[in-house]
């Protein structure tokens, strides 16, 4: 007889490829979870993990029992949940896997708040590389992610959450420092330090620059916000970041952020899940959390309109808020047949995780 916790022991290690990280993400020892592995593929007469490659490859046999075993996890969870749902309790561990530049800074009123809604429940988040975020949900790693620009997928929904405003960004000593507003011409013959070409956010970028007819000199390039921050905090040269990514930069006055007056660029933020799956009740309870005003948690009071906003766990309280704060878009949707882009172990000993893999 199969035992969901011998799945879920298995399904995590397919997940990571590896025996050790996934003993960490469960919280047990390495022994346990080869123990566990070998007694699962005894019970089913089959090898299921390939241990002479490295990362760990599954068998044909391992990638059957992995989808299965996937299905079946879920239906345990939703039962799990439905029977908990009757006592209306909160429980379980919300997933979360969001981009580098989306940080604590941003995510700790969330996070905060969720923690005094909802003592029983758990958060994981983990910040990762965008297109690490994607495969996540699409592995069903995560329960949801928050990406910008996201691009249509077939298999993956996207809920609009965020319209950040894009800065000029310079350091104190620049010629342009004393400015709260240039025209984007400006600009022109600046050295910018920017994304790697890889990243969407970098396409962008480009393509709003060629509109406006600004020719730039490209002096560092990097696939995260902290490392261009700190190129343009030693004057290597200025650059175009939300303005919500360099708060604290702006308050200790290590960085100037300047308005574009006569272009609106701005980096939509999405919070995706996998299409067609059914979100736990903490799941959606958070993603309620997302859409409200972080604003009212800080302060106690409530600045809402009274506007409601769709999203795809029911009616929410939305707020109407400037664009440009990156604060919940008010009135956004999200439809399931029109996706807009790119979206259970036991609890950790720890309510709240937090995991970063930020290139040094």
């Known amino acids: 007889m199969l035992e969901l916790r011998a799945v879920e022991i298995f399904a995590e290690v397919a997940n990571l490829r590896s025996f050790s990280k996934a003993a960490r993400g469960l919280g047990i020892s390495q022994p346990v979870v080869s123990e566990t592995v070998r007694a699962l593929e005894a019970t089913l007469g089959e090898q299921l993990i390939d241990r002479t490659k490295r990362p760990l490859e599954l068998t044909p046999a391992g990638k059957l029992v992995l989808d299965a075993g996937r299905d079946l996890l879920d ?82 929904t996207c809920i609009p959450w965020q319209e950040q405003e894009i800065a000029l960004i310079v350091y104190s000593g620049h010629r342009l420092a004393n400015r709260t507003k240039v025209r984007a011409r400006e600009i022109d013959g600046e050295s910018l330090v920017t994304y790697t070409p890889q990243l969407q956010v970098r396409t962008e970028l480009d393509r709003w620059l060629k509109q406006a007819r600004v020719n730039v000199e490209i002096s560092h390039e990097f696939d995260n916000i902290e490392n261009i921050k700190r190129a343009v905090e030693i004057g290597s040269g200025v650059a175009l970041l939300p303005l919500p990514t360099v ?51 800080l302060f106690g009071n409530s600045m809402q309109t009274g506007h409601s906003m769709q999203t795809a766990t029911g009616i929410v309280p939305a707020v109407a808020v400037p664009n440009s704060s990156g604060r919940p878009l008010a009135g956004s949707s999200a439809i399931a047949a029109q996706p807009e882009g790119l979206p259970i172990p036991d609890p950790p000993q720890e309510r709240i995780v937090v995991q970063s893999t930020i290139p040094p």
Do not use: C
């Not at 029977?83 to 969330?110: D, E, F, P």
């Not at 297109?131 to 790693?141: A, N």
């Not at 930069?249 to 272009?263: M, N, P, R």
């Open 75 to 156: 239906r345990a969870l939703r039962l799990e949940d439905s029977v908990r749902h009757l006592k209306n309790k909160v429980v379980g561990t919300v997933r979360i896997a969001a981009i580098y530049s989306v940080g604590l800074l941003q995510m700790g009123a969330y996070v905060r708040q969720f923690e005094r809604l909802y003592p029983d429940a758990a958060l994981e988040l983990r910040y990762l590389h965008p297109e690490t975020v994607v495969t996540s949900i699409t592995d069903e790693i995560a329960d949801l992610g928050i990406v910008s620009f996201a691009s249509r997928r077939p298999d993956i």
């Open 247 to 297: 708060r604290r930069e702006l308050e200790i006055g290590s960085l100037k952020a300047i308005t574009l007056e006569d272009v609106r660029w701005v980096r939509p933020l999405g919070i995706i899940h996998k299409k067609n799956r059914q979100l736990t009740t903490a799941v959606r309870k958070f993603l309620d959390l997302l859409h409200q005003n972080p604003d009212s948690f």
